[in-house]
């Protein structure tokens, strides 16, 4: 029952990460391209790493979940 349940919320977070996904692109907020995303470049390598982003991704997630975990 439990592995059940498991199986279908883990689908519905695919499906849902999926969408978004396939909208980001549309967004007019540049997802990637944020202040503080580092970006290194040499003669034959480039080092990306989306600081920025990842705070921001950190700080929505955590909204998002603490609102779920007071119901």
């Known amino acids: 029952m439990a592995l059940g349940r498991f199986l279908i919320i883990l689908g519905a977070v695919l499906i849902l990460v999926g969408a978004l996904i396939s909208i980001l692109p549309r967004l007019p907020i ?6 503080g995303d580092l970006v290194f470049r040499g003669k034959n390598w480039v080092f990306y790493f989306p600081l920025g982003t990842s ?7 955590t909204l998002i979940l603490w609102l779920l975990a007071r119901r």
């Not at 540049?30 to 202040?35: E, F, T, V, W």
């Not at 705070?55 to 997630?61: A, D, T, Y």
């Open 30 to 35: 540049p997802i990637g391209k944020l202040p």
């Open 55 to 61: 705070i921001l991704l950190s700080v929505l997630l």
